[in-house]
Structures are given as structure tokens and as C-alpha cells.
Nanobody, 118 residues
Framework: QVQLVESGGGLVQPGGSLRLSCAAS????????MAWYRQAPGKQRDLVAG????????NYSDSVKGRFTISRDNAKKTVSLQMNSLKPEDTAVYYC???????????WGQGTQVTVSS
């Protein structure tokens, strides 16, 4: 069973930074495309950033482009999201997502709360 465990959320002031991490319990991490999603209260879950299985391709939502950076370490089986210049509208529960590229199966972490407030 695939497990994704997020860490690094918390409370930060506007303009501050946070780094989220997601550790995956999988046999071959390099077979999974990884992504971060977020869901604010009363809103749908939206894609924030994604990274290909090999790490060579990334994509970002327009709202975070230039402020957030997704990266992965296939040896450590982790994916990270560096969040800079945080804004109150970035407040949400952030979820780690994995897609098994050979079958399209999707997995989710339990989520970590990020609150941007003064």
C-alpha cells in the first residue's frame, strides 16, 4: 500500500517562506509522477505544482508561478515544495499526490495545513 506523509506546514506571516516535504513509501519512486494540491475552506482542491517521474519537467499554477518551487529526490523518495513570498490567499490544506505512471493509479497524503496570516 502506498503511503504519502506530508510535513512542514504551519503558520507564517505574509511574505514569509515555508518548505513542505512528502515522504513516499513505495518500491520505485521514479515510477511516480508527483504533485502538490491545495484546498481552501469551501473551495475545490486545485493543482499547485507537478513534477515528472524523472524530475526533468515541472508545471505550476499561475497563482504560484515564480514563488513556489517543486523538487524531488528519487533516492530519498521525497518531493518538496519550497514556498516563498507567501500570501494570505495561499492559506489552505496542502496535499501530496502521486500517480503511478504505469497504471494511472492515484494516491493522496493526509494533508498539511498552511496558514498565512499576520
Amino acid at each position: 500500500q502506498v503511503q504519502l506523509v506530508e510535513s512542514g506546514g504551519g503558520l507564517v506571516q505574509p511574505g514569509g517562506s515555508l518548505r513542505l516535504s512528502c515522504a513516499a513509501s513505495v518500491r520505485v519512486f521514479g515510477l511516480y509522477r508527483m504533485a502538490w494540491y491545495r484546498q481552501a475552506p469551501g473551495k475545490q482542491r486545485d493543482l499547485v505544482a507537478g513534477i515528472s517521474s524523472g524530475g526533468g519537467s515541472t508545471n505550476y499554477s499561475d497563482s504560484v508561478k515564480g514563488r513556489f518551487t517543486i523538487s524531488r529526490d528519487n533516492a530519498k523518495k521525497t518531493v518538496s515544495l519550497q514556498m516563498n513570498s507567501l500570501k494570505p490567499e495561499d492559506t489552505a490544506v496542502y496535499y501530496c499526490n502521486a500517480v503511478y505512471t504505469l497504471a494511472g493509479t492515484q494516491y493522496w497524503g493526509q494533508g498539511t495545513q498552511v496558514t498565512v496570516s499576520s
